[in-house]
């Protein structure tokens, strides 16, 4: 079992920056990301990482933000810049444990872009 405990999410302007953290226990994880869903849309794909520090953005991210992790710590991060009011979303973090095969996910934040 993977427990993840999300931070960092608030009101800012647009054009300013925030950082999202994940903190995953339980298990040592292989692939850690962030989805987000905005009200009325879809949840989408904006980041992951690999154990490795390999990432992937959603292309309305790229350039903005950046996805990074520290092992030792079981930990997430997702540095967002520039932001939009298109970006309001709650975001919600996303784990694989090695060896395992399920997603666990975490309780979500409210990210909020005011214009």
């Known amino acids: 079992q993977v427990q993840l405990v999300e931070s960092g999410g608030g009101l800012v302007q647009a054009g300013g920056s925030l950082r999202l953290s994940c903190a995953a226990s339980?298990?040592?994880?292989?692939?850690m990301g962030w989805y987000r869903q905005a009200p009325g849309k879809q949840r989408e794909l904006v980041a992951v990482?690999?154990?490795?520090?390999?990432?992937n953005y959603a292309e309305s991210v790229k350039g903005r933000f950046t996805i990074s992790r520290d092992n030792a710590k079981n930990t997430a991060y997702l540095q967002m810049s520039s932001l939009k009011p298109e970006d309001t979303a709650v975001y919600y973090c996303v784990a694989t444990p090695i060896g395992g095969v399920n997603t666990y996910w975490g309780q979500g934040t409210q990210v909020t872009v005011s214009s």
């Open positions: 339980g298990r040592s994880i292989n692939r």
């Open positions: 990482v690999t154990r490795d520090g390999s990432a």
